[in-house]
């Protein structure tokens, strides 16, 4: 059991290896992956000089515009990332030419798509330290950090969206097209989650739907972890999120599974 | 009794949109380099990728050393190394290195092992000063050589070569079939599964060939036993010093006689005869001609060309023998 564990940790690390030598030859595009943080970071510090600071940013206290927005905008990259690397990762392998020589080795289908989250997350995490250095730079207010719900909250707000991910990568496995739903999904979650304004602007239909969204649960419990929040101010938010994943993890390793057994049963594994 | 055997196929079939496989049987000796030869779309590269696990069978059974190849495909991927020479399956952008630590390191080598047999294996294949250029800047004949060094990284009992001098030119075709047979079969031991559409590289190399048409096996046999209809037909050229309708009915009625064609030959008449691989059919087929008072001066075996054999056995003739 732990020999295999060992084995399975070899093979993560190698993947990692992979995708940031991969991503690290592309060198332009690498490098403007960081431009573009820092470019956002000003950005919205210059329009946060148009709003006024208002109760409406903060958990219950006065916050500015700056605070609220950049925390989320930071903290939205990691949904993007839970979002699509499953399915990027797949459909780069199919695209390279290089599925049925990785999934001819004795390792797992469901292992081959999970270790592409180890280089992914730890970009993410990356930028959204960047993200956050170049805030505090700016004036974002770090002194009421809450670390261990900030912790949690990163956990479940990781856990509970990497199923639609997965879901994801089912849909290239079995039909050989990007689900239209991820698109959907993050692009509701933009606008609905609350990332660039409060959810209590939205009809009040539409704040039904964003509580549906795992992203409005993450961003309120990372913003109000950062607001100084404790893990029992933020219990609601964070057993939404746990509820989510326990329901939807599962069901997402079903369902890639199925899809897995499906393509090999058609012949169109390493097809695309 | 699967002892022995490395991968072992029995009544396997497949439905697919494009290549059906019907009712496909073989197996494979340890040690062996068993071909397996067809036109495209034959269904060789179907075969190949549910031996390897990549493909799941609609029926059938297919084991590879006594192990399923359905319930334990991981068990199955740690005896086999399939090596894809297509141009596409590795990373262009990492050097020849990295891809083989990454490969090798799926296959479950690490550390100082994974090293050393990436050292074993690039020398094989003589790319050991190239190890460090990028995949992209390869020639074919060097992708297709570094296929195979990942083929063979883990060491594998079986290895599935799919078309591996597809693309290549002929001099770095012939080094690596000489690799293939010299090497690996000869020296190392390995079982060899070939899937190739190149006649004159399955007869150099294979001690037997399963022919595939059309998703069926038409023949298996040793290169030399292909010739004919089937598994062990013969020919023969026969001189003669005259003959007649009557004659030659007789001899078309002779038991294990499969063919006869007659040529004139000046003063001589040669008859071209298929025989069945029982040796009574020529002795038969002697006596019959003598009887009739008909002289013999020559009994010749005949070799066909490989591409003559090959023709015959995928063509749609070929259902009827």
């Given at each position: 059991m732990l020999a295999k564990f060992q084995a399975d940790g070899r093979k993560v690390w190698a993947t990692f290896l992979r995708d940031a030598r991969l991503m690290m030859s592309y060198r332009l595009a690498f490098f403007l992956d960081w431009f573009a943080i820092v470019a956002s970071v000003v950005g919205l510090w210059f329009v946060s000089k148009l709003v006024p600071a208002s109760a409406a940013f903060g958990s219950g206290h006065v916050a500015t515009y700056f605070n609220y927005a950049v925390v989320n905008v930071a903290f939205v990259t990691l949904q993007g990332t839970a979002l699509m690397c499953f399915e990027n990762s797949i459909r780069n392998d199919q695209v390279y030419g290089t599925l049925e020589a990785v999934l001819a080795t004795p390792t797992s289908v469901s292992l081959v798509v999970l270790a592409a989250g180890a280089w992914a997350f730890t970009f993410a995490f990356i930028q959204v330290a960047l993200y956050l250095i170049v805030a505090a730079l700016l004036g974002l207010d770090l002194h009421h950090v809450n670390l261990a719900s900030l912790a949690i909250f990163l956990i479940l707000s990781i856990t509970a969206t990497v199923p639609i991910g997965i879901i994801g990568a089912a849909t290239i496995v079995r039909f050989k097209q990007t689900a239209p739903t991820q698109t959907i999904f993050g692009r509701a979650s933009t606008v609905l989650a609350g990332v660039l304004f409060p959810i209590s602007l939205l009809p009040l239909w539409l704040q039904a739907v964003s509580w549906l969204l795992p992203l409005t649960h993450a961003l309120t419990g990372i913003r109000g972890a950062f607001g100084g929040a404790s893990l029992r101010a933020l219990s609601a938010d964070a057993i939404w999120l746990s509820a989510a994943t326990i329901v939807l993890l599962p069901l997402s390793l079903y369902v890639f599974r199925a899809a897995v057994i499906s393509a090999k049963s058609d012949g169109t594994l390493g097809q695309y | 009794m699967t002892l022995g055997f490395i991968p072992w196929v029995r009544n396997v079939g497949r439905v697919e949109r494009q290549t059906a496989l019907e009712s496909v049987s073989f197996g494979v000796r340890r040690g062996e380099l068993f071909g397996i030869l067809g036109p495209n779309g034959a269904g060789k590269s179907t075969i190949l990728r549910i031996i390897a696990g990549l493909v799941v069978a609609d029926s059938g059974t297919v084991r590879v050393d006594g192990i399923d190849t359905r319930s334990a495909p991981l068990a199955v991927r740690r005896k086999v190394g399939l090596c894809?020479?297509?141009?596409?399956?590795?990373?262009?952008?990492?050097s020849a290195r990295r891809n083989l630590e990454y490969f090798g390191t799926l296959a479950g080598l690490y550390g100082a092992q994974l090293r050393e047999r990436i050292s074993e294996v690039v020398r094989l294949v003589d790319l050991s000063g190239d190890l460090d250029r990028r995949f992209d800047t390869f020639s074919s004949g060097m992708k297709q050589r570094l296929g195979i060094a990942r083929g063979l990284l883990g060491d594998p009992e079986l290895l599935i070569l799919d078309e591996p001098t597809r693309a290549v030119d002929p001099a770095h075709a012939a080094s690596i079939r000489a690799f293939v047979g010299n090497e690996l079969v000869a020296r190392q031991g390995k079982t060899v599964l070939l899937a190739t559409n190149t006649l004159e590289e399955a007869w150099e190399l294979c001690g037997r060939i399963a022919v595939l048409r059309r998703g069926r096996v038409v023949a298996i046999a040793p290169p030399s036993a292909?010739?004919?209809?089937?598994?062990?037909a013969v020919r023969y050229e026969i001189t003669i010093d005259r003959t007649d309708e009557q004659l030659l009915a007789r001899t078309r009625g002779v038991p294990g006689v499969l063919g006869l064609t007659v040529e004139s030959v000046g003063a001589r008449v040669l008859l071209n005869v298929v025989l069945d691989s029982d040796p009574r059919a020529l002795t038969e087929l002697l006596r019959v001609v003598s009887t009739n008072g008909v002289s013999v001066s020559a009994i010749r075996p005949q070799q066909r060309r490989p591409a003559e054999i090959f023709a015959d056995l995928v063509s749609e003739r070929s259902d009827a023998g």
């Open positions: - | 894809c020479t297509d141009d596409r399956s590795f990373y262009y952008r990492l292909l010739d004919g209809r089937g598994i062990g």
